[in-house]
């Protein structure tokens, strides 16, 4: 079974819909984050966890929030999609006690927005 | 605001020849990380250069930090169809405990 595991694999939403992508990880690790990929523009962070109380902004959170229910659990919604958030949507955790920090991916979720 | 570029972004050769991948900054990193990405997955660790100057190896692959930990550098030897993938650098910086992304080098190897 896949350490890092994220629902849907897939999903097509119409503007303005709420959405919520779903990340469960089996590794015990701390630390989880949220990314999105874009041709030609690589990944970039969208928010991060390092443990269940600490919530933090990365580099694009605006429309975007996140929760973090259980240590295994890392969830991120969209409150009301638009086109451009069309993308390639990564989840990846990390070791607290890893140094330099080894991420380990998500098979990705792929949104489409219409 | 710390960058990491890529070149090239897009590369398509034939099996047997060599190629060598470029990442390079302004910003001084912790470390460097090189990650590859296939079709349908996330993207998987290859390997960590640490040491300003260090030289990894693995098999075919071989991978460079600058001695100012600024750039790096990944070179194949005699591609081969299978090293097909986008490869992915990624700086770490200690002080936030975040990874800056390289855009990403699109290899294709022809066979």
């Known amino acids: 079974d896949a350490d890092v595991t994220q629902t849907p694999r897939n999903r097509i939403t119409k503007t303005g819909k709420r959405i919520m992508l779903e990340c469960s990880q089996t590794?015990?690790?701390?630390?989880m984050y949220w990314y999105r990929q874009d041709p030609g523009l690589g990944l970039r962070l969208i928010y991060y966890?390092?443990?269940?109380?600490?919530?933090n902004k990365g580099e694009i959170s605006d429309g975007y929030s996140v929760s973090r229910q259980a240590q295994a659990k890392f969830s991120l919604s969209l409150e009301s999609a638009i086109p451009n958030q069309t993308a390639l949507y990564f989840c990846a955790t990390s070791d607290l006690r890893d140094s330099p920090n080894e991420q380990f991916f998500g098979p990705g979720t792929r949104l489409t927005v219409l | 605001t710390q960058l990491l570029e890529q070149s090239p972004q897009f590369l398509s050769i034939q099996e047997g020849e060599n190629l060598t991948v470029y990442c390079n900054s302004s910003?001084?990193?912790?470390?460097l990380q090189w990650y590859r990405q296939e079709p349908g997955e996330g993207p998987v660790l290859l390997v960590t250069v640490v040491t300003g100057g260090e030289v990894k190896k693995l098999k075919r692959l071989t991978f460079q930090f600058g001695d100012a930990r600024k750039d790096s550098s990944l070179h194949i030897t005699a591609a081969q169809p299978g090293d097909t993938g986008l490869y992915l650098c990624?700086?770490?910086?200690?002080?936030?405990?975040?990874?800056?992304w390289g855009a990403g080098t699109k290899l294709i190897i022809k066979p």
């Open positions: 590794k015990g690790h701390d630390r």
């Open positions: 966890s390092f443990d269940v109380k600490d919530i």
């Open positions: 910003s001084v990193f912790s470390s």
């Open positions: 990624a700086g770490w910086v200690s002080s936030n405990y975040q990874l800056i």
